[in-house]
């Protein structure tokens, strides 16, 4: 599977092109109502080149990352006469990437489709590298597809009216990329006085270098690539039990929580000397507010665990840290060791 090209800023004139000198019979426009309103008037108003398109709205936020939004859009793309020469624009963050994507590559086996990011997240992670999927009874990302985008098309100008909490969210995937392959990127982003969109912009490439240096090893994550599941394998676990709470947490901020609880992990397992693990707790204590997680929770949080992708047979296989800026995975744990790193992230909350 041969990586999509990543644009980065001048998108508009390279959409144009593409849309002058390929052939589609239907051009679809998704987009959520927050990308709806903020986004697509800036990319409209850059394009020379586009003819007759159609808008697919779906609702926004990872309770909708369901088989059911597909199939709704299945049908919609089915009334208004998509065919397998159809293009699907994705104008939005990673669940409307994931779910756009998914229904791209799986409608009569398989139509064109273009990621354009508009939250940190997306750009940095989600909407480059080839996975997209959907959400099952609340388990992440359990039914999918490995399918390139035709390109991936990144604007910062997009984050200017992006909420803050979404821009530490999308920050926590960047901080995964510097703690897995780059220590310098993490050295960084720490670093940065503020974590707001504009001083993180200039880092957007670094993030994305690795993220496809990552993927080019193992497109379909048989092996190397499983090191971007750093903190997910807790961290969706986390997302997965507090999607069913009023207050859900976002991805990133999931994750986050993700990473430090399986830091403690890398450094039970001897992996993680102790200066790095404490350099891990004190760049992301500078950046979030972190609180300790009820242990009542723990079961629950195993049940999620269990479901992981990664694991095989009965043992939960993680993706550890040995240093920061180096990954290992396929790390086998036990139940005893993981609720022992939960205590030790606890006791260090304090
Ligand atoms: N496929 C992958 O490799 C991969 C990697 C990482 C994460 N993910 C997935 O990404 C998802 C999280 O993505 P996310 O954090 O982008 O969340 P999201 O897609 O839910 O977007 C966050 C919110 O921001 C709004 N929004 C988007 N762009 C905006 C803009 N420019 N201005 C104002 N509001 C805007 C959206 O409407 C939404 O309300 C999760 O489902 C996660 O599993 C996928």
């Given at each position: 599977m041969k990586a999509a090209t990543i644009h980065f800023e001048v998108i508009s004139s390279v959409l144009d092109q593409y849309l002058k000198n390929n052939r589609y019979s239907t051009l679809f426009f998704l987009v959520d109502e927050m990308t709806h309103f903020h986004c697509l008037p800036l990319l409209?108003?850059?394009?020379?080149?586009?003819?007759a398109y159609e808008i697919l709205e779906i609702e926004s936020g990872e309770e909708h990352k369901t088989i059911e939004t597909v199939k709704n859009l299945w049908l919609a793309l089915t009334e208004l006469g998509a065919d397998r020469d159809t293009l699907v624009i994705n104008l939005g963050g990673g669940v409307l990437t994931d779910m756009g994507g998914f229904m791209a590559s799986t409608f009569k086996r398989g139509v064109k489709f273009i990621n354009i990011p508009t939250t940190l997240l997306s750009m940095v992670d989600a909407s480059a590298g080839g996975k997209n999927g959907v959400d099952l009874e609340g388990m992440k990302n359990m039914v999918g597809t490995f399918t390139q985008p035709e390109m991936v098309l990144i604007d910062p100008k997009f984050l200017k009216t992006?909420?803050?909490?979404?821009?530490?969210?999308?920050?926590?995937?960047?901080?995964?990329?510097?703690?897995?392959?780059?220590?310098?990127?993490w050295d960084n982003l720490v670093q940065l006085l503020q974590h707001d969109a504009e001083s993180l912009a200039p880092f957007i490439m670094d993030s994305i270098f690795i993220k496809q240096a990552v993927v080019d090893l193992d497109p379909y994550e048989k092996g190397k690539r499983k090191i971007l599941n750093f903190g997910h394998t807790?961290?969706?676990a986390i997302e997965s039990e507090s999607l069913e709470t009023d207050f859900p947490?976002?991805?990133?901020?999931?994750?986050v929580i993700g990473m430090l609880i399986e830091?403690?992990?890398?450094?039970?397992?001897?992996l993680l000397p102790t200066e790095d693990l404490v350099e891990v707790c004190e760049g992301f204590e500078s950046i979030y507010a972190?609180?300790?997680?009820?242990l009542k929770l723990f079961p629950n949080l195993m049940g999620w665990m269990k479901h992981d992708k990664k694991n095989t047979g009965s043992a939960i296989n993680f993706s550890l840290i040995d240093q920061i800026g180096q990954c290992q995975f396929n790390i086998a744990c036990t139940e005893n060791e993981i609720k022992e790193a939960f205590e030790n992230y606890n006791e260090w909350i304090g």
């Open positions: 409209l108003a850059d394009l020379d080149h586009l003819d992006l909420d803050p909490r979404q821009v530490k969210s999308g920050l926590a995937e960047m901080l995964k990329h510097g703690l897995i392959y780059d220590r310098d990127h807790i961290g969706h947490l976002l991805h990133g901020e999931a994750i830091a403690f992990l890398s450094h039970q397992k001897n972190l609180s300790a997680i009820d």
